[in-house]
């Protein structure tokens, strides 16, 4: 890999052979010197590797192939790879906004921040994009205040880690790698960053193309463990910051944004699944107090399968809409 570049782009690579090509495109259209590409062939069965290797014009990648370990394990590789000052995750069904490159760059040559807090659009073939509507960044100067108003205080979500360009000394120094064996890593990975960071800059441009609805994807996907790790992570964090509210009303309401999954699946994972809600039933005070009528919903086993039901059906006219 070439020494000195300014950013190093890190793209797991697991059986996305009919996706990847725009993701490739995208890095080809805004390729220059300070550049560097880092594909993990996460031990994909397909031809990911090659159909992204084809697409990059004009710029060479450096190559990681393992074993099949998941995502977070794919990221840690690219990071122990990566010889750029700055890392930026790129997902491989998704892909970078035309001047993206650019205007990151841009920004880490005149603050030098230890990350950069960007925005990004939410697309697919259908629909075409949406979201993203402009608003000030007036963040607090005081580390934790900043904390709360990038995750409670933004009108947009920001567990993303793509959204988020890291100083890789950064990274290393804290020791900011992703969970291994864990999906949603990027919900404690992200509350981490944002609290160890001393300096953060904006992107007030959309950077970053998030591909909704790719039936095979993580987040598309059928899968109990998503769901049941999540609401895990939602404990764990609850516990450690329960004196602040404004954090653990949104770790509460990411975790409920889930409930409708709880009928895609059968008896044996339902069960789980609803007792992992029971289990945060205690710390939903931390919260606000809309929260405390979903929590009686929650510990009355009828009544959650009504409303689990319910948002179910909703999420399924949603996707019929969009399609």
């Given at each position: 890999?070439?020494?000195g570049k300014l950013l190093s782009v890190i793209v797991p690579l697991f059986n996305v052979q009919d996706y990847v090509q725009k993701a490739a495109e995208s890095l080809s259209s805004q390729a220059f010197d300070g550049l560097e590409i880092v594909?993990?062939?996460d031990g994909s069965t397909d031809d990911s590797l090659a159909v992204f290797l084809e697409n990059l014009s004009g710029i060479n990648a450096a190559i990681i192939r393992q074993e099949n370990a998941g995502l977070s394990a794919a990221r840690n590789a690219g990071i122990n790879a990566?010889?750029?000052q700055y890392i930026l995750f790129l997902d491989s069904d998704d892909y970078l906004l035309p001047n993206a490159i650019k205007n990151i760059c841009g920004l880490l040559t005149s603050q030098q921040p230890d990350i950069i807090y960007g925005r990004f659009l939410r697309w697919n073939p259908q629909k075409g994009f949406w979201g993203c509507k402009p608003y000030?960044?007036?963040p607090p100067s005081d580390r934790k205040r900043r904390t709360e108003y990038i995750l409670d205080g933004l009108p947009e979500h920001s567990w993303n880690a793509f959204r988020y360009i890291c100083r890789r000394d950064f990274i290393l120094e804290n020791n900011l790698f992703f969970e291994h064996g864990l999906l949603c890593e990027d919900v404690p990975w992200t509350l981490e960053?944002?609290?160890k960071a001393e300096a953060i800059a904006f992107l007030p441009e959309p950077f970053y193309a998030y591909f909704i609805r790719r039936p095979n994807s993580i987040m598309n996907t059928k899968n109990p463990k998503r769901l049941l790790d999540l609401?895990?992570?939602v404990y764990k964090l609850l516990q450690k910051y329960s004196d602040r509210p404004p954090i653990c009303r949104q770790?509460?309401?990411l975790s409920f944004l889930q409930i409708n999954e709880y009928c895609e699946f059968d008896k044996k994972y339902q069960k789980l699944i609803y007792q992992s809600y029971k289990k945060l039933l205690p710390l939903y005070r931390l919260s606000a107090k809309k929260i405390h009528k979903i929590s009686s919903i929650c510990n009355n086993a009828l009544l959650f399968?009504?409303?689990s039901l319910a948002l179910y059906i909703v999420k399924l006219v949603v996707r019929k809409i969009r399609e």
């Amino acid at each position: 890999m070439s020494v000195g570049k300014l950013l190093s782009v890190i793209v797991p690579l697991f059986n996305v052979q009919d996706y990847v090509q725009k993701a490739a495109e995208s890095l080809s259209s805004q390729a220059f010197d300070g550049l560097e590409i880092v594909a993990v062939d996460d031990g994909s069965t397909d031809d990911s590797l090659a159909v992204f290797l084809e697409n990059l014009s004009g710029i060479n990648a450096a190559i990681i192939r393992q074993e099949n370990a998941g995502l977070s394990a794919a990221r840690n590789a690219g990071i122990n790879a990566a010889t750029g000052q700055y890392i930026l995750f790129l997902d491989s069904d998704d892909y970078l906004l035309p001047n993206a490159i650019k205007n990151i760059c841009g920004l880490l040559t005149s603050q030098q921040p230890d990350i950069i807090y960007g925005r990004f659009l939410r697309w697919n073939p259908q629909k075409g994009f949406w979201g993203c509507k402009p608003y000030e960044w007036q963040p607090p100067s005081d580390r934790k205040r900043r904390t709360e108003y990038i995750l409670d205080g933004l009108p947009e979500h920001s567990w993303n880690a793509f959204r988020y360009i890291c100083r890789r000394d950064f990274i290393l120094e804290n020791n900011l790698f992703f969970e291994h064996g864990l999906l949603c890593e990027d919900v404690p990975w992200t509350l981490e960053l944002l609290e160890k960071a001393e300096a953060i800059a904006f992107l007030p441009e959309p950077f970053y193309a998030y591909f909704i609805r790719r039936p095979n994807s993580i987040m598309n996907t059928k899968n109990p463990k998503r769901l049941l790790d999540l609401n895990d992570i939602v404990y764990k964090l609850l516990q450690k910051y329960s004196d602040r509210p404004p954090i653990c009303r949104q770790l509460i309401n990411l975790s409920f944004l889930q409930i409708n999954e709880y009928c895609e699946f059968d008896k044996k994972y339902q069960k789980l699944i609803y007792q992992s809600y029971k289990k945060l039933l205690p710390l939903y005070r931390l919260s606000a107090k809309k929260i405390h009528k979903i929590s009686s919903i929650c510990n009355n086993a009828l009544l959650f399968y009504l409303q689990s039901l319910a948002l179910y059906i909703v999420k399924l006219v949603v996707r019929k809409i969009r399609e």
